[in-house]
């Protein structure tokens, strides 16, 4: 038995022939359908949130929920919500702009604070707790602590907190940074960025203090800056600290990455009953300027 050897100008050519007819087999195969846009209604239930914090006014944004369109939700103008502080009734909230209802009262720490409005034939209630402020010791920063990925130092930072493990209590932490150019020595630091840490609980922690360190990068880094930070700890309330929680796996839903597969979507945690959204509260402790050098 004879092989024809191929030359290599015909090789090539078979190679290119059999590569168009697989390009376009894949391009005519294909299956078009039309995807329905026209959505289902959805069920339009109350939806209300407001983070408030001690020494604010409260602020509680009211709307709709509705089905998915290119139309803004609905906001209540005119609706009636009660304000009760520690179980007394306060006040009615006054109605301001876009769904926006304002309190007369500055929050204080340690209260309970809940609100109320009827809706159709349910009352729709959503409550908090206000937790007091903690004060941050031994704030330590280190802008050398760790490398990136892309081979760059990165800065952490260290703080330590009192702890009662006979209380629930739930922290986050956060991070301000500043910036200045090194080229001009009569600029001021000026607001660069600002993010969250993370969110620990002392659920686990049986000792007298807590000591937490979190390191971070920064996400507009220039070479001819300094920088320096403020830290920021939330005190929060478990309601913020649940709803965080389930803030991330509902990110994490919405954009799964391909290293750790398919995830399925999570909803957000609400403490609303009869309704949607969250009703939380925080109070916040800020350490001295952090300075690199």
């Not at 009636?80 to 702009?97: D, G």
Request: hydrophobic letters at 40%; one cysteine or more; a negative charge.
């Amino acid at each position: 038995m004879f092989i024809k050897k191929l030359s290599k100008s015909r090789t090539h050519a078979l190679v290119k022939k059999y590569m168009v007819l697989f390009i376009a087999t894949l391009l005519f195969s294909g299956c078009r359908e039309m995807i329905q846009n026209d959505f289902p209604d959805f069920e339009q239930i109350p939806t209300l949130n407001s983070i408030i914090t001690p020494d604010s006014l409260i602020e509680l944004h009211l709307s709709v929920s509705n089905k998915l369109s290119k139309d803004s939700l609905a906001v209540f103008e005119n609706a009636s919500i009660s304000l009760f502080v520690n179980a007394t009734f306060y006040q009615k909230l006054t109605y301001t702009s876009r769904g926006i209802y304002l309190s007369d009262t500055i929050v204080k720490a340690m209260n309970n604070y809940r609100c109320e409005l009827v809706w159709q034939n349910s009352i729709i209630v959503a409550s908090c707790f206000a937790p007091q402020y903690t004060a941050l010791q031994n704030v330590e920063l280190n802008p050398y602590a760790w490398i990136n990925m892309d081979g760059m130092t990165s800065p952490a930072v260290e703080f330590t907190i009192s702890n009662n493990p006979l209380e629930k209590a739930y922290y986050e932490a956060r991070i301000k940074v500043l910036e200045k150019a090194t080229y001009d020595i009569n600029q001021s630091f000026y607001y660069n960025d600002a993010f969250i840490l993370n969110q620990f609980s002392n659920e686990t922690i049986a000792d007298s203090k807590i000591t937490k360190k979190f390191e971070f990068e920064l996400r507009n880094l220039s070479l001819d800056a300094e920088y320096a930070y403020i830290l920021e700890l939330r005190t929060i309330s478990v309601d913020y600290y649940r709803y965080m929680q389930s803030l991330r796996l509902y990110e994490q839903g919405r954009f799964p990455t391909f290293d750790i597969g398919s995830i399925a979507p999570y909803n957000l945690y609400s403490n609303v009953e009869n309704g949607y959204g969250i009703f939380a509260a925080y109070a916040s402790t800020f350490s001295d300027t952090l300075f690199s050098n």
